[in-house]
């Protein structure tokens, strides 16, 4: 069974400071793995996303993951943090395969202080 | 671009009512998913559906039962509903193709409170 552990449940960083939201994952195969950010009340945006090949991915927003498979490890690390940033942000597990589900974190909530 | 479109955006609803919950996917999307979202938890996989069919199945409760049309909409049923299933659900639509990298792109939601 595909899981993701996100220990971060609350993050306060000042704004301009740099930022790295942990991710761990337990899949048996090569997984994909997925940052997506929730605005409060709103839907689910998508960040970035690892599929193979580099394992250091860009995504929108200055937003860059790197995928570590012998630490299990996905990591979304900004340089420069935004007020606009504070949100919710899940990391999340998929499986190769037709209309696989995703498996998401409890999520880490990122609060920005000016 | 389209996106992901859900209706209603806000649902109220009593005790033992149904409710039908509609999902739009994006153009040429064949794939739909649903997911629940209860308050301050992460979003938790009911169902979903490929080409029609349904593909893959969740912790989706017996009460609740769920389609994909021949236009590739999709329609979530819940009846005899609970309190517990106030929550927000979330549909989400992909591109299967051949290639199995298919991304999820997320609908903004359904908020439905049972009273």
């Known amino acids: 069974a595909q899981s ?6 609350h993050i306060t960083v000042s704004e301009g400071a740099s930022l790295e939201l942990r991710c ?3 899949y048996g195969a090569t997984p994909y793995l997925f940052w997506y950010v929730q605005s409060p009340g709103q839907g689910l945006q998508l960040l970035l996303k690892y599929f193979s090949g580099d394992t250091l991915v860009q995504g929108i927003k200055g937003f860059e993951a790197e995928f570590k498979r012998s630490q299990s490890s996905f990591n979304l690390r900004k340089p420069s943090v935004h007020w606009s940033d504070a949100a919710e942000y899940f990391c999340a597990v998929g499986a190769a395969g037709t209309a696989s589900k995703l498996t998401f974190g409890t999520g880490t909530r990122l609060q920005v202080t000016l | ?3 992901v479109i859900q209706s209603p955006r806000h649902l109220i609803k009593e005790k033992r009512e149904t409710a039908t919950l ?3 996917p994006i153009p040429r999307h064949d794939t ?3 997911y629940q979202q209860g308050p301050g938890q992460d979003p938790q996989f009911l169902i979903s559906f490929y080409e029609k069919m349904q593909s893959d199945k969740g912790s989706i409760p017996d009460r609740f039962s769920a389609q994909q049309f021949s236009d590739y909409h999709s329609e979530l049923n819940m009846s005899s509903l609970e309190l517990g299933d106030s929550a927000l659900y979330f549909c989400a639509s992909s591109f299967t193709g051949g290639d199995l990298t298919d991304t999820q792109y997320f609908g903004p939601g359904t908020r439905l409170t049972v009273l």
């Open chain 1, 4 to 9: 993701v552990t996100q220990p971060d449940i």
């Open chain 1, 24 to 26: 761990n994952y337990s």
């Open chain 2, 1 to 3: 671009a389209a996106g």
């Open chain 2, 22 to 24: 509609k999902c739009y």
């Open chain 2, 32 to 34: 739909v998913y649903w």
